[in-house]
């Protein structure tokens, strides 16, 4: 059983054991730690049971390291933060633990984050951070500067994500690109990946996938078009895969 003197509490929503289904990290299995809490609002989102801050779902991190170590077998030593919004102000002091106490036990952390803030002491220490775009579908607003800081600051060890609805989010999504490649002053080399949206209770989206396919392809191919391999494989309706 590991032990942490002064544990911080953790909003936590779930903690399992899944397959990266979206990506640059796509087909590798993690142990996912989905905080619970977010006040950003994405009108598209899949994980609304995510949103309310409760004192119900305090835990602290002796606890969630109990869960991870069990899951992990002693083996899988991956594990991806997610949420929820693992970097609201809230939730920070317990990521932050969580993150130190998993360094220390020599796993490898990956981080979801939302595209609205960088946290210095996060971002320094987790080994990959998953940095959204968020396009026009979502209704929330990604700077394009936050982007530009990261080049600066993470390269090699971070990817864009964009979901995306249709051809406005995909034309939003390659002006950012652009946007963000003349303040760089310089070609991007990071990857981006823009992921089709699959919603909660539709049919697999063949044309919204050819179509983004196809608009990547005319554009220039700037991005890695990857789809959510998870809801192939289990539904877009399944959660905690
Ligand atoms: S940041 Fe994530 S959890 Fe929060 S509203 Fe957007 S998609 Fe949902």
């Known amino acids: 059983m590991m032990t942490v003197s002064s544990p911080a509490k953790l909003f936590i929503n779930a903690i399992y054991r899944a397959t990266e289904g979206e990506g640059a990290l796509v087909g590798r ?20 049971d995510t949103w309310e801050f409760e004192q119900g779902f305090a835990s602290d991190i002796t606890a969630v390291l109990a869960q991870i170590e069990d899951l992990s077998l002693k083996k899988l030593k991956r594990v991806s933060i997610t949420g929820g919004d693992p970097l609201h102000p809230k939730h920070v002091p317990g990521v932050l ?17 939302a595209g609205t803030r960088i946290v210095h002491e ?15 579908s979502t209704l929330i607003e990604t700077k394009p500067s936050l982007i530009v800081q990261l080049a600066e600051q993470y390269e090699g060890k971070f990817q864009l994500k964009s979901v995306a609805q249709d051809a406005k989010d995909f034309s939003a999504i390659l002006a950012a690109y652009q946007l963000v490649e003349k303040d760089l002053k310089r070609s991007i080399t990071f990857d981006w990946c823009i992921t089709p949206i699959y919603n909660p ?16 392809e005319n554009a220039g191919g700037y991005f890695r078009v990857i789809g959510q391999q998870h809801k ?4 877009p309706n399944e959660k905690l895969v």
């Open 29 to 48: 299995p993690q142990i996912f730690v989905r905080v619970q809490g977010c006040a950003i609002g994405c009108a598209n989102c899949d994980s609304k």
């Open 97 to 113: 633990q969580l993150v130190r106490e998993l360094k220390a036990r020599k796993f490898f952390v990956s981080l979801e984050a």
């Open 122 to 136: 996060i971002f320094d220490l987790v080994d990959f951070i998953n940095f959204d775009f968020k396009p026009p």
């Open 201 to 216: 209770g539709e049919s697999f989206p063949l044309e919204r996938f050819k179509l983004i396919l196809n608009l990547n």
């Open 232 to 235: 192939w494989v289990h539904g």
